[in-house]
């Protein structure tokens, strides 16, 4: 199982937020390419970049992405307001492995189908969800879909896999809420990511006896309550 450190961008800076709520930042740093570094100096496999401006519309740091990619020499996967055609082609362009597509692989099958067909395996599906209902538009509405359907109508493309987030413990440090994610994961036979609520090393022993091909951690490695250069090898 990867452990993966991610970095979520506003405004040019690194942040944290609670819940994915913009004023919530517990976390800023403004060398946004030093946290890169820093984190493959660490034993980083890849990189997990948020752009969330662009989920939330006002405005993209995809410059400020593409120097990430040039900068580090791991895989860069990254997401956040990714609903056309032409932005797929731009972060591929700009050097990044993977690219998360949420809002749009929800609404729109016959578009992630297109762009699956064209990126065999550099797709990920984002399934950012409240209880069982997948959210959209950076987890500002609700689409009226279910987590496992959404995961059961995509899983035949030829995506990479899904990522899965529980909004409602994102940023929270209080733990995984284990059982909508074990139901996922026994739901598709695609790789799933998890993101939301680690905290700690038993979070993470958690996942990977449930069968997560890896996990995002932000907070608990930005506020020191995982240490990601030991949990990287134990977990690998």
């Not at 976390?27 to 030093?34: A, F, P, Q, R, T």
């Not at 990254?78 to 591929?92: I, M």
């Not at 538009?137 to 987590?147: A, F, H, P, V």
């Not at 995506?159 to 284990?178: A, C, H, K, S, W």
Request: aromatic share 4%.
């Amino acid at each position: 199982m990867k452990v993966i450190p991610a970095i979520d961008v506003k405004g040019g800076k690194c942040v944290q937020l609670v819940g994915g709520k913009p004023g919530t930042e517990k976390v800023v740093i403004e060398d946004v390419m030093g946290v890169a570094r820093r984190w493959q100096d660490d034993g980083a496999e890849i990189i997990h970049m948020i752009d969330l401006d662009s989920a939330l519309g006002t405005g993209n740091n995809e410059r400020l992405v593409e120097m990430v990619a040039a900068s580090v020499s791991i895989p860069v996967q990254v997401g956040g307001g990714v609903r056309s055609q032409e932005k797929v082609q731009r972060l591929f362009d700009i050097g990044c492995e993977r690219v998360i597509v949420g809002t749009r692989a929800v609404q729109d099958r016959q578009f992630i189908k297109e762009i699956a067909d064209e990126y065999p395996d550099g797709i990920v599906v984002a399934i950012d969800s409240v209880a069982d209902q997948v959210l959209i538009k950076g987890w500002q509405e609700g689409s009226g879909r279910n987590l496992i359907t959404v995961a059961k109508d995509l899983e035949e493309l030829p995506i990479f896999g899904f990522l899965y987030t529980n909004v409602e413990v994102e940023g929270r440090l209080q733990g995984i809420d284990p059982k909508p994610i074990q139901a996922l994961i026994k739901a598709t036979s695609k790789p799933v990511i998890v993101s939301g609520g680690i905290t700690d090393n038993v979070d993470l022993d958690t996942l990977r006896r449930m069968g997560a091909n890896s996990v995002v951690v932000g907070m608990a490695i930005y506020t020191g309550r995982i240490d990601f250069r030991k949990a990287v090898r134990s977990f690998r």
